[in-house]
């Protein structure tokens, strides 16, 4: 596709039940990256990958958050047992390559926990 | 990282120039200064980055001050279009990653 894809658009999920958000990157790019932004604040990393590595994880809010890219190519970001506070918006980006370039995010998937 | 500091707000009327100001005091000396723009509902869309030199694109310049402690990125000609939140990011470097570390932006209105 043209640019990052990134489904479901919204997703609401009642308190405990698992959720599973899905970004398709830019055909080639090697970097992929997952953000979580709260209303009104900046988007705040919480993982990235170089390929299927996963490189950086430490912005994972806690382990029931859980991200993975087994081809290199889609990955899949997981969160388990909703909570209340995970009701945000999810971004994923990707860029060619991880050391210089610009990101090209998507549209973001909305996230409500009842 | 190097953290960075951005008015909360600005004003700017359809037509002039609008000038964002970014603070990174702390900035290494091998990290670029990065900026994306945010429109309602929509992800984060890249502008410009640079290093130590000016930069000007189709969209904007930047202008990174000799210490590169600070940098302004200028909307020659706003819009209303321009309307959006804009984070300045100083790109780090950690443990073989280069993730992004965004604020929370400065919310720049295009007055008609």
């Known amino acids: 596709g043209a640019g990052v894809s990134q489904s479901p658009r919204y997703k609401v999920a009642k308190r405990g039940q698992d959720v599973a958000l899905r970004c398709d990157p830019i055909s080639g790019h090697v970097s992929l990256f997952w953000y979580q932004q709260a209303l009104g604040q900046g988007p705040e990393f919480l993982t990235y990958f170089q390929n299927e590595a996963q490189l950086d994880k430490s912005g994972l809010p806690s382990d029931r958050f859980f991200a993975e890219r087994p081809e290199g190519s889609v990955s899949t970001l997981k969160i388990q047992r909703t909570q209340q506070e995970d009701s945000a918006v999810y971004l994923c980006?990707?860029?060619?390559?991880?050391?210089?370039?610009?990101?090209?995010f998507g549209e973001g998937s909305r996230l409500t926990v009842l | 990282d190097a953290k960075t500091t951005q008015p909360t707000s600005m004003d700017c009327a359809e037509g002039r120039a609008a000038n964002l100001p970014c603070n990174h005091s702390t900035i290494s000396g091998n990290e670029y200064v990065y900026w994306y723009r945010q429109i309602h509902s929509q992800g984060p869309q890249y502008i410009i980055h640079g290093l130590k030199n000016n930069e000007t694109n189709e969209m904007a310049s930047l202008i990174i001050t000799e210490d590169r402690k600070s940098s302004t990125l200028i909307l020659p000609h706003a819009t209303l279009r321009d309307t959006a939140v804009y984070y300045c990011?100083?790109?780090?470097?950690?443990?073989?990653?280069?993730?992004?570390?965004f604020g929370t932006g400065t919310r720049l209105k295009v007055l008609a």
């Open positions: 980006a990707s860029s060619l390559a991880g050391r210089t370039g610009e990101l090209f």
């Open positions: 990011i100083v790109r780090g470097e950690a443990s073989g990653t280069y993730k992004y570390i």
